[in-house]
């Protein structure tokens, strides 16, 4: 049973193009992320959701939209898709009632722009 | 502000040496502390946590003591193997939505 699924595991794709990638989470969570993790390893915080809610919005341009149509979903739209946004990117989700603040995270979403 | 520094990579060890990746915080209040391991081409797995000072967090062999006086949560494990080889992060949780995360310490072991 898959905590937290990421679909696809490999995008490719050329600059220009609209793509997304989609998380799911089984374990009850009402915290969901979308990291983005560069080749350096570096982990950055972009969204999270918390019951659907967008809590958290750091820096990312416009052209990256979160989705959350239920607590256990939280998608990811690219637009315009350029170079720079080739990484990796992590879904997570995480209980933090209680001050129980691990997050769990996804298999990770390799994308390629060409 | 919060923040999280980890020693610089790689760390490049023997098969059952013993390993140290170090990792110091500044954070105000009492923060919960984490380690997370990510082997290659897989996402971030939990390894260990400490929610208090003195707690010791202990996972496959690898453990770390939350240190308020040094303000520090260092990663030990006496007899590294090539398995152990991967990306280790030490990351803070402050608030109910965020990590703050450290760069991450890349861990070769050689057999």
């Known amino acids: 049973d898959t905590a937290v699924s990421q679909t696809p595991k490999y995008l490719v794709t050329q600059m220009g193009n609209d793509k997304s990638i989609k998380c799911e989470q089984n374990l009850g969570h009402d915290t969901m992320y979308w990291y983005k993790q560069d080749s350096k390893k570096f982990l950055k915080i972009m969204f999270s959701?918390?019951?659907?809610?967008?809590?958290i919005n750091e820096t990312v341009p416009n052209r990256f939209s979160p989705k959350s149509p239920d607590k256990a979903h939280l998608n990811l739209h690219i637009n315009s898709l350029e170079l720079g946004d080739s990484a990796v990117y992590f879904c997570a989700s995480s209980d933090p009632g209680q001050g129980r603040y691990e997050q769990y995270f996804g298999p990770g979403t390799r994308l390629t722009v060409t | 502000g919060n923040s999280v520094t980890q020693m610089e990579g790689p760390v490049t060890l023997s098969e059952e040496a013993f390993l140290t990746i170090n990792c110091t915080y500044t954070?105000?209040?009492?923060?919960?502390l984490f380690w997370y391991v990510q082997y290659p081409g897989e996402g971030l797995q939990l390894l260990l946590k400490?929610?208090?000072a003195d707690d010791k967090g202990s996972n496959k062999g690898f453990e770390a003591t939350y240190r308020k006086e040094t303000t520090s949560f260092h990663l030990e494990k006496g007899s590294v193997q090539v398995s152990d080889s991967a990306v280790y992060f030490c990351a803070l949780g402050y608030s109910n939505y965020q990590l703050i995360w450290g760069a991450g310490t890349k861990l070769i072991i050689k057999p």
């Open positions: 959701y918390n019951n659907k809610e967008l809590i």
């Open positions: 954070a105000t209040g009492y923060p919960s």
């Open positions: 400490a929610t208090k």
